[in-house]
């Protein structure tokens, strides 16, 4: 029997005393710098804008179907915002909408009504500008409580990509530099997969991998004639169980995993919460503010130095001042830049940390929309098979721009994709026909279907940017984010290889050719937004050192994805938190020396 535990009461938030330092933030980066932070001693208030929910009971993971009075729906009086919505109009997508509360496109996958504390009111968080799906999660642990967790490394195609093919920048540290974090995250957090020695696809230091399903490994076979690999997704989820982490289970293989948006609520799947914020309170030295959002970064405008944190309660509405060290942001790649550019001072008038004016720019992030659905004909009929219960299928990863240099366009992309019976058997909404004939049908193909889809590699570019708007303000009066951000031409032209390339594999496979999906989904589908304070060595081209400390401000450390110089296209989150992880260990280093 799996026992839950409480974490350790936290100790209530003192505005009076100067903490070691403050982390805005508690999703995968500030999780991650509360960890290492505690664990060298230091004193760490986090401030997270965000409540703190009952989560197991939000999650529900054991639950079927039929046991909910909508089959896991939303009801009817809220809205998750479509395609069409997100490409035909203009942000804000949700002014004068008609429903009591309107999400972000993830609450439209099935089993929504699991999510809808998790994912933030449009209604609530306005945003301008260009088109984009920004998905957001305001509770404690972020995104962190429902991400894919598709775990993956990044490799120095990715830290040298300029040196490779000469476009953009390089990162200001290479694969070397990061490999040991990437190891102390496998085996504080856990990870399950397979070794494939790939050079462009580092191996982690793996627990048990998810097995294949039979249609699965015959795609595994016949990609490798084609020199490409199929490897089972690497999931940020413990298999063999995690004896230092009292919080978490080892995965059971049972569960909801397939169910979108949805989580673990036995926390074999990492989320920030149970991985890293409990045991940092266990500390003694983590003291946590939920339904506080960070508004301001404050300055001593005697040294320039930042003095600590303006916060907004969440619930009241009323302004408090936390006073620290040392200032970690953590609060995600946008909302981050977003508070670098509120807090404007006369030390720093374009906001703090901004002297080169790239806050906000250089914005990156993943394409999505091509793939491909097959049926494998010799699975049509077979015994059901119970493939639910893992916490991902298969990846595929990069293999253009490798070895050759492709003509049309840079980088590269990878696939996500699965195969398998599911709880509600997959394409019966699109089967033909009625009565016993139609039952048999849907029976009959549910194991049969195959489906994958790309993420591609969108490339850094300056002008793609994101600002504050003038006017539009948030439900706290905080102004909000416009965007200024479109793909280019670089990731039209990789959209139409994904599609051709998927459809290839699959034909080479045997797989009867349903659907071609050529469309590029909008901006921001992804959600895995990135880059919009980069690391560099050159001060004048970059806001952040290599450590994520801030050139302009030594005290200022930004520890998210907007620190990566590029996107690459592999998930992010693992190397969020192992560059996380290195940086919290050099500023502790610092801090011990005196000299932040
Ligand atoms: C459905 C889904 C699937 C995903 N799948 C994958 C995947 O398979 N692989 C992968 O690598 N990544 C995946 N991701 C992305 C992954 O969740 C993020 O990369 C990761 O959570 C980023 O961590 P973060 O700490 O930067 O941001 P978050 O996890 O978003 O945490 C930021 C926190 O900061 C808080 N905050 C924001 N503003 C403020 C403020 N002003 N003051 C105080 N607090 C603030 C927020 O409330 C939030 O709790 C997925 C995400 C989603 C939603
Ligand atoms: S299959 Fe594993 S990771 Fe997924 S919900 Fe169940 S226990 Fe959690």
New binding site residues.
């Given amino acids: 029997m799996f026992i839950r535990l409480k974490q350790a009461a936290a100790p209530e938030v003192d505005l009076r005393t100067t903490y070691d330092a403050v982390v805005?933030?508690?999703?995968?980066?500030?999780g991650m710098a509360a960890h290492v932070l505690t664990s060298h001693g230091m004193n760490v208030l986090m401030?997270?804008?965000?409540k703190k929910l009952d989560i197991n009971s939000e999650l529900k993971s054991m639950e079927w179907p039929y046991d909910h009075p909508r089959r896991g729906q939303m009801a009817p009086s809220n809205h998750a915002l479509s395609f069409n919505e997100y490409t035909i109009r203009q942000p804000p997508y949700a002014v004068g909408s008609r429903y009591k509360h309107v999400y972000s496109y993830?609450q439209g996958w099935g089993g929504s009504d699991y999510s809808k504390n998790i994912v933030v009111d449009e209604k609530d968080h306005p945003y301008s500008g260009t088109k984009y799906a920004w998905?957001r999660?305001?509770?404690l642990?972020?995104?962190?409580n429902?991400?894919?967790?598709?775990?993956l490394r990044l490799s120095d195609y990715d830290f040298k990509a300029k040196t490779h093919d000469g476009y953009g920048e390089d990162w200001p540290i290479s694969y070397a530099d990061i490999a040991p974090y990437y190891d102390k995250v496998d085996l504080y957090l856990g990870i399950s997969g397979v070794k494939e020695n790939l050079p462009h696809l580092p191996d982690s230091l793996f627990q048990r991998p998810n097995k294949l399903t039979a249609a699965e490994v015959t795609l595994r076979s016949s990609l490798r004639k084609m020199d490409r690999v199929l490897t089972p997704y690497r999931a940020g989820v413990t298999t063999d169980g995690l004896k230092h982490n009292k919080y978490r289970s080892k995965c059971f293989g049972r569960g909801a995993c397939g169910r979108r948006?949805g989580g673990c609520d036995i926390h074999a799947a990492f989320d920030s919460p149970t991985g890293l914020i409990y045991p940092a309170l266990d500390t003694g030295h983590l003291t946590l503010r939920t339904n506080?959002?960070?508004r301001e970064v404050l300055v001593d405008p005697k040294t320039g130095k930042a003095r600590g944190v303006a916060f907004v309660d969440t619930e009241t509405g009323r302004s408090y001042e936390a006073l620290a060290t040392v200032v970690v942001v953590?609060?995600?790649?946008l909302?981050s830049a977003r508070?670098l550019l509120l807090s404007k001072s006369t030390t720093h008038p374009n906001g703090i940390g901004n002297s080169s004016g790239h806050v906000g720019h250089n914005f990156c992030e993943h394409v999505m929309g091509p793939g491909v659905t097959g049926l494998v004909k010799d699975r049509i009929g077979q015994a059901r098979t119970l493939d639910d219960g893992r916490p991902g299928g298969f990846y595929v990863p990069r293999f253009r721009n490798l070895k050759e240099k492709n003509r049309n366009f840079l980088r590269g992309y990878g696939f996500e994709g699965s195969a398998g019976t599911t709880i509600f058997p997959e394409h019966a909404m699109e089967t033909r026909g009625f009565g016993a004939d139609f039952k048999k049908s849907v029976r009959d193909r549910a194991g049969a279907y195959i489906s994958m889809g790309g993420f591609g590699e969108v490339l850094p570019r300056f002008e793609n940017h994101i600002d504050l708007d003038p006017k539009l303000k948030d439900r706290w009066g905080i102004p909000t984010l416009r965007f200024h951000y479109k793909f280019g031409d670089n990731e039209k032209k990789m959209c139409e290889d994904m599609a051709n390339a998927a459809q290839e594999m699959f034909e080479a496979a045997g797989f009867e050719i349903l659907d071609v999906s050529r469309t590029m989904l909008t901006e921001g589908w992804s959600?895995?937004e990135l880059g919009t304070a980069r690391m560099g060595s050159n001060p004048k081209t970059s806001v952040l050192n290599q450590f994520q400390q801030s050139h302009d401000v030594k005290n200022l450390f930004v520890v998210?994805?907007s620190s990566h110089v590029s996107a690459s296209c592999q998930?992010?989150?693992?190397t969020?938190m192992a560059l996380a992880w290195r940086s919290c260990d050099y500023l502790a280093s610092e801090f011990k020396k005196g000299n932040l």
């Fill in positions: 805005v933030g508690s999703g995968a980066a500030g401030l997270e804008a965000g993830v998905v999660a305001r509770l642990g972020g995104k962190t429902i991400w894919g967790r598709l775990a948006a506080a959002t960070a953590a609060a995600s790649t909302e508070l959600i895995h998210d994805g998930n992010p989150t693992w969020i």
